[in-house]
T-cell receptor, first 112, second 114 residues
Framework: DTEVTQTPKHLVMGMTNKKSLKCEQH?????MYWYKQKAKKPPELMFV???????INESVPSRFSPECPNSSLLNLHLHALQPEDSALYLC???????????FGPGTRLTVT | GENVEQHPSTLSVQEGDSAVIKCTYS??????FPWYKQELGKRPQLIID?????GEKKDQRIAVTLNKTAKHFSLHITETQPEDSAVYFC?????????????FGTGTRLTIIP
């Protein structure tokens, strides 16, 4: 398997909801990333996991909570989001932090 | 932290002509420079990358050049085709013992005119 997969593809949630985004890779990559991308902007790094440990948190609000249950799986738990959090959420993985990153297709999130 | 500037923000090129996109970076310790292509509604796709120990890398119609002294790198696409139309992002990162992160440029919207 040479791809990063993400579910769901689309998500609409209210500001009081709790939802989770899921990312999976079976390439043996040991670094995994969450990015947020707004329209016509570059991806903006949120979190980095290296060997299943959180190594970078780019001062992301606590309403976003990442989790790395194992080396193949990365979750992003969402709670009490704001409409401005609506964006494309991209997951990426790399063999290690010094190697090329491969992106998943993203989850298009709309907060109402 | 690292800052990556990218120019131009939009570029229209006649089919068959060449396109060049330029990026500059601020951190002299940066040593890895990938380029991503993102079509509308799709994921960013790595198209070519270069490390600081080489000055140029080529893959068919795509090439990247790096000038470490001037801290800039460029993407060259020759014999452009309509399917090259997309947004292109450059990025930079440096070795940081598991804490590497990519800093992206602001993107270039490339349109190939048939």
């Amino acid at each position: 398997d040479t791809e990063v997969t993400q579910t769901p593809k689309h998500l609409v949630m209210g500001m009081t909801n709790k939802k989770s985004l899921k990312c999976e890779q079976h390439m043996g990559h040991r670094a995994m990333y969450w990015y947020k991308q707004k329209a016509k902007k570059p991806p903006e790094l949120m979190f980095v996991y290296s060997y299943e440990k959180l190594s970078i948190n780019e001062s992301v609000p606590s309403r976003f909570s990442p989790e790395c249950p194992n080396s193949s799986l990365l979750n992003l738990h969402l709670h009490a989001l704001q409409p401005e959090d609506s964006a494309l959420y991209l997951c990426a993985s790399s063999l290690s932090g010094q190697n090329e990153q491969y992106f998943g297709p993203g989850t298009r999130l709309t907060v109402t | 932290g690292e800052n990556v500037e990218q120019h131009p923000s939009t570029l229209s090129v006649q089919e068959g002509d060449s396109a060049v996109i330029k990026c500059t970076y601020s951190d002299s310790a940066s040593n890895y420079f990938p380029w991503y292509k993102q079509e509308l509604g799709k994921r960013p796709q790595l198209i070519i990358d270069i490390r600081s120990n080489v000055g140029e890398k080529k893959d068919q119609r795509i090439a990247v050049t790096l000038n470490k002294t001037a801290k800039h790198f460029s993407l060259h696409i020759t014999e452009t085709q309509p399917e090259d139309s997309a947004v292109y992002f450059c990025a930079a990162s440096k070795t940081n013992f598991g804490n590497e992160k990519l800093t992206f440029g602001t993107g270039t919207r490339l349109t190939i005119i048939p």
